[in-house]
């Protein structure tokens, strides 16, 4: 693999930009525009007025159930050999994603993370029985964290994050993941 990254998406409505904790581009004092995207910063104050704002123009949130939680585990698996991808580890919660994966070459991640959530919205849509012309299910938030994974302790540390998440549906990790895990354990962890 040429690339390797750990992907991030929310389920639609669970995370408004303005509640406690929410990270994106925002514009705080009406002029300024700041970023709370960056791993290692703060993530952006709570903004009432814009939660309040953002809650308005929402639809319901959609919390996956165990069993659509599944079908998406699955459909990133057969997304990933038929890119030809490598999952490291991926996570799937009532309200978001984390994906660990290398690609190959170095295609664009706002392509790439469209169609990881392109296939698992299309494995929902299957899982509810969705078809047209009924109302097409918004499964997703429009955009997600793309962060770039440069050298192993960086790979193994996402390898970590995903597989340790709270009140997980379901997790799984590539067999790949061992080696990397054992190469570079976390602090306080012994070398294998």
């Known amino acids: 693999m040429d690339r390797y990254w750990h992907f991030t998406w929310r389920t639609y409505g669970t995370w408004l930009p303005g509640t406690p904790g929410f990270v994106g581009d925002h514009v705080p004092d009406g002029i300024t525009r700041v970023s709370a995207n960056r791993p290692g910063h703060p993530t952006a104050e709570p903004q009432p007025a814009l939660a309040r704002y953002a809650a308005a123009i929402s639809a319901d949130p959609v919390g996956l159930t165990p069993a659509q939680a599944a079908a998406v585990a699955r459909q990133l698996r057969e997304t990933a050999a038929y890119r030809g991808r490598l999952i490291l580890a991926a996570a799937v919660l009532v309200n978001h ?20 959530k392109a296939w698992a919205s299309r494995a929902l849509n299957r899982l509810a029985g969705w078809a047209a012309p009924a109302p097409r299910p918004v499964w997703w938030e429009r955009d997600g964290s ?47």
């Open 146 to 192: 793309k962060r770039p994974l440069k050298g192993g302790p960086a790979r193994a540390s996402a390898v970590r994050y995903a597989r340790d998440q709270d009140g997980p549906l379901v997790v799984w990790v590539g067999d790949e993941a061992a080696d990397l895990l054992a190469a570079y354990p976390a602090p306080g962890e012994p070398r294998a």
């Open 97 to 116: 994603v984390h994906l660990v994966f290398g690609t190959p070459g170095d295609p664009d991640p706002d392509r790439m993370l469209a169609d990881w």
